[in-house]
């Protein structure tokens, strides 16, 4: 970071500068140890509401003097709820607690806060290298990770803009603010920035163009983040909110526009808060709203909430939305940075492309290219989910290769099992085999690859999953989600989806392969957005990468990945099955689990609904509970006449409660 | 519906109308409109549709279509217990549509509908971004995790506490006062 120059700054920028580097001071004089809790929306699944209930009650009854931080995502949602204590009298760096639950949150309190004691066995590890305790640095999922954009998720409370400013934020739009849009411009096409809502368009060349168009022009904020699987939108705001505006107000300045919107969706509460808060507090410090920092420019930012439909995640169905009716797309050109909302010019962004802009123009052109590919720089975010061992957001440099990203800093796939495919792109993108695990992750590959960046939504599979039950998963939902305008995607999909249920069922028939493809290939070239032309990569992708696991499917009826249920079956194996015990029958949700005459278990495959309860209750050492498919070839085991009572309702074997 | 229900209702819409004139007549705020509506009712009322489109100058066929297009809005009322399955794509690959069959099947009503009682209603959601917690339901706003069938069970369990708990409060409030 370039040291700070106080002549390059306004006098309303130094006056907010100072605000929150004194009040950060204040913090460091109280001293006292600091509980970092992470509170986004992943967080308070996993419980850290009652982690920090816990903390604080334990802090207020033993009157320890410490201070309870509330910060954003860390993105490593498999250690949810993550607690950070820094605890500097102890004499031990920042150390990074896992699964905090409030039991182990009242006993850091009293043994770590109160008396020195770390306690080694639920130290994750330190955020600092040091002699004490292994650095989480150590650990690949760190150490490989490249924060760009989300540098400060985690670390900063999103709810406090001092903290923001603290950091040298609003700094770019200060020194922005008094440079020609023309130079930012510039500085922004030098530096090969492409739109993360995953066409990866340039962003210069669209400001550009928007700086050429006539009339009253709008900057908007795409937030709408549909894809089923993607959240990563969601956690920078969440944890970050300053930085997205303070994106959203330099894209206006260059491209000349007074009015901001941002359209996120209603589906995150939090994230909605968070945001309009935020907006609010920049207004009120005079970094949004008239005469920003005294530069004279004036931005009103509005909030505009989405009401669930993935296709308004495209640009002219999000206008359409805007402007009050359905959100239909529209053909383009005019492209919205012509003829937007309601005639406007438009320039639309994603979160996270405006995110990367402050840091762009206060380190440079040159520092930007210097990461990632030469056609694609900077970072990637990743929402790494499915059977990884560490799932959760990963931010990596462009151009790493699949297989770093999955096994060497997501762990792997889980329960030596082995990975059979990655889904990347959400619904749009395409189904990769192993053997494309050493493409580099950058927009072109992926795209050769019949894949896509998309929204950067990637699961990965691991050898029991059915890749036919995906690709019809991810049909059901674009079909869904199609506006209904073009034929191809609102019957089209409808067809492909009918075909894909019925193979899954067990009913494919000779031809469906070869029309699968036909199908998908007019839908790809009938429909009119974004939504309709890539809807089909999925079933593309993997008919081109897993024919034989759908020839399995239509000749033999067999799922190979044991996941469509109608092609399946369970059964427990009598050998290993122990009499008198009781685990799958008393889980079952529809009593399909009777005793056999021999005091063993059986499945009643009629009532069976196949959610494979019995298998996860089934106690390891016995492990008797089997999956077959095609389902005729479990054993039919007749469930006696007359109810056989089983050994555990005997008293005398019942154990102690 | 129950005359409590309806008398409520009627209050709400009575409200309504003087809750529309803060909306300027601009049909950009259509969808703010609508999702007004929704929070007050927690539903959409046909009445409401009306009024909408009478306050905008639209026919009441294209306010309709418009709320018919987005997923949020709902034109059933929902039950005291919103019970939504997500069937993201983390929760389906973990067996989220198992979840929601095992809330059809103890609640007796399909995804989309209410319990006759108005006390649960059981809708799908595309991923409410906790897929590293697949797979996820959720009860009103609570979020919970890692789903299973007989977790389904012991959440009921949980919520009958609550709810007797509730109850229990209440009387002591009324027998107080
Ligand atoms: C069906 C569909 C859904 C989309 N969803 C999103 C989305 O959720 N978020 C987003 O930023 N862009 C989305 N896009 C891309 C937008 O149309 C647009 O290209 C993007 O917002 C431009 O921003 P960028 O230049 O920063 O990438 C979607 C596109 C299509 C076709
Ligand atoms: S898929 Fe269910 S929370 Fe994301």
């Known amino acids: 970071m370039s040291p700070p120059d106080k002549r390059s700054r306004s006098a309303a920028y130094l006056a907010l500068q100072e605000t929150a580097l004194q009040e950060q001071e204040e913090h460091a004089e109280t001293g006292g140890p600091v509980i970092h ?115 400060k998720c985690g670390r900063i409370d999103p709810g406090d803009l001092n903290e923001y400013i603290a950091e040298g934020g609003y700094r770019a739009l200060d020194a922005v603010l008094r440079m020609d849009p023309g130079q930012v411009i510039e500085t922004v096409t030098a530096s090969g920035l492409r739109g993360r809502g995953g066409a990866g368009f340039p962003t210069g060349l669209k400001w550009e163009r928007a700086r050429t168009a006539f009339g009253d022009k709008l900057v908007i904020c795409n937030a709408d983040e549909g894809d089923p699987g993607a959240y990563m939108d969601r956690a920078i705001i969440e944890s970050d909110p300053h930085q997205v505006l303070e994106g959203l107000a330099i894209c206006a300045h260059a491209a000349g526009a007074g009015e901001g919107g941002i359209y996120i969706r209603s ?172 493409i580099p992750i950058d927009f072109d590959s992926l795209t050769e690859a019949g894949a896509m960046m998309g929204s950067g939504g990637l699961v ?19 079909q869904k989600e199609s506006c209904g305008k073009c034929t191809f995607c609102r019957i089209g999909a409808r067809h492909l989806l009918d075909i894909l249920t019925r193979i899954t069922c067990g009913n494919g028939r000779d031809g469906d392969l070869e029309q699968l493809e ?17 809807a089909p990569n999925p079933i593309l992708t993997s008919l081109a990468y897993f024919r034989e696991e759908y020839e399995t499917h239509v000749q033999d009826g067999r799922c190979p990945g044991m996941m469509c249920r109608p092609l399946t079956a369970f059964y427990i194996d009598l050998e290993k099955c122990a009499r008198g015990c009781d685990a799958c029958a008393t889980c079952c949700p529809t009593d399909a689990v009777f005793t056999t005459s021999t005091r063993k278990k059986g499945i009643d495959l009629d009532t069976c609904v196949k959610c494979g309860e019995c298998v996860t209750a089934c106690p390891p050492e016995y492990d008797a509970v089997r999956r077959v498919s095609p389902a005729h070839l479990a054993p039919v085991v007749e469930r006696p006449a007359e109810p056989v009572e089983s050994a555990a309702d005997k008293p005398e074997n019942r154990e102690a409660p | 519906m129950d005359s409590e229900a309806g008398r409520e209702e009627a209050a709400l819409l009575n409200r309504l109308r003087t809750r529309l004139a803060d909306f300027e007549k601009d049909r950009a705020n259509l969808l703010s409109i609508l999702r007004m509506i929704q929070e007050t009712f927690s539903y959409i009322p046909e009445e409401a549709i009306y009024m909408a489109a009478d306050h905008l100058d639209l026919a009441p066929s294209e306010v309709y279509g418009v709320a018919t297009f987005y997923n949020q809005f709902k034109f059933n009322p929902p039950g005291k217990y919103p019970i939504k399955v997500c069937l993201g794509t983390a929760c389906h690959v973990k067996g989220g549509d198992i979840i929601l069959e095992n809330f059809e099947r103890k609640l007796d009503i399909r995804e989309g509908e209410t319990t006759p009682d108005r006390d649960f209603s059981l809708e799908r959601v595309a991923c409410v971004g906790c897929c590293a917690l697949a797979p996820v ?32 409060e209440k009387r002591r409030h009324e027998s107080a006062r």
């Open chain 2, 137 to 168: 339901a959720l009860v009103g706003e609570a979020v919970h995790g890692h789903m299973a069938p007989s977790k389904v069970e012991g959440l009921f369990t949980r919520i009958q506490v609550e709810k007797e708990m509730a109850e229990r």
């Open chain 1, 267 to 438: 589906e995150y509460p939090l994230a909605v808060r968070i945001i309009t808060r935020a907006v609010e507090q920049a207004r009120q410090a005079g970094l949004l709203g008239k005469n920003i920092l005294g530069s004279g420019i004036d931005l009103e930012v509005t909030v505009f909430q989405g009401s669930g439909a993935f296709v308004c995640g495209e640009e002219t169905g999000l206008i359409q939305s805007m402007e009050g009716r359905r959100g239909m797309p529209r053909h383009r050109p005019p492209y919205p940075v012509s003829r937007g909302f309601q005639g406007r010019p438009t320039v639309i962004n994603n979160v996270k492309t405006l995110a990367y802009l402050p840091l762009i123009l206060q380190r440079g052109a040159e520092w930007f290219r210097s990461l990632g590919t030469e056609h694609s720089p900077g970072t990637a975010v990743f929402s790494v989910v499915g059977d990884v061992v560490h799932p959760g957001l990963v931010e990596i440099p462009m151009g790493v290769t699949l297989r770093t990203l999955i096994f060497d800093i997501c762990g792997g796939i889980p329960k030596h099992k082995g990975f059979k495919a990655v889904q990347i792109g959400g619904p749009s993108g395409g189904c990769l085999p192993e053997s494309f695990l050493d």
């Open chain 1, 518 to 534: 036909r199908l998908s290939r007019d839908i790809k070239q009938g429909s009119l957005c974004g939504l309709g032309r890539t």
């Open chain 1, 460 to 478: 990965v599979m691991d050898e029991a999953t059915c890749v036919v039950n995906v690709s019809r998963y991810f049909l059901d939902f674009t």
């Open chain 1, 37 to 151: 809790i992470g509170l986004a929306t992943c967080g308070i699944a996993a419980g850290a509401l009652e982690t920090r209930h816990a903390f604080e009650q334990v802090l207020a009854e033993r009157k320890i003097p410490a201070r309870i931080h509330p910060v954003g995502c860390l993105g490593h949602c498999y250690a949810e709820p993550v607690v950070i204590i820094d605890h500097p009298d102890s004499g031990f760096p920042p150390i990074f607690y896992h699964e905090v639950t409030p039991g182990k949150a009242k006993m850091l309190a009293r043994l770590f806060l109160e008396e020195g004691d770390p306690r080694f066995e639920h130290v994750y590890g330190a955020m600092k290298p040091n002699d004490l305790i292994p650095s989480v640095m150590e650990f690949s999922r760190f150490s490989r990770e490249h924060r760009v954009v989300m540098e």
